[in-house]
Nanobody
């Protein structure tokens, strides 16, 4: 599975961004996709995940502000990020789980200025 993410960039605090992730390759065996992030000097942390049947899970720090969704027709997963805070600044990585194996995209930088 290969993953291509897009949508990162710079935004002021309180603003919004939407990330997209498109898988390719063995997409029919993908069980779940999601987003993780890693800020400088910190460990990678869960942002949100979504399964093929639409079950979602969110990290505590983004609940109520971020929404993960998927367009099955386009094989695309979206992360809508609202009410962004400077502490959301990080490299965001799209991931997919297929046959119990984790695959990672190259990451996209999100910068939130105060």
């Amino acid at each position: 599975v290969q993953l291509q993410a897009s949508g990162g960039g710079w935004v002021q605090a309180g603003g919004s961004l939407r990330l997209s992730c498109v898988p390719s390759g063995d997409i029919f065996n993908i069980d779940a996709m999601g987003w993780y992030r890693q800020a400088p000097g910190k460990q990678r942390e869960l942002v949100a995940t979504i399964t093929t049947v639409g079950s979602t899970n969110y990290g505590d720090s983004v609940k109520g502000r971020f929404t993960i969704s998927r367009d099955n027709a386009k094989n695309t997963v979206f992360l809508q990020m609202n009410s962004l805070k400077p502490e959301d600044t990080a490299v965001y990585y799209c991931d997919a789980v297929a046959r119990r194996v984790f695959y990672w995209g190259p990451g996209t930088l999100v910068t939130v200025s105060s």
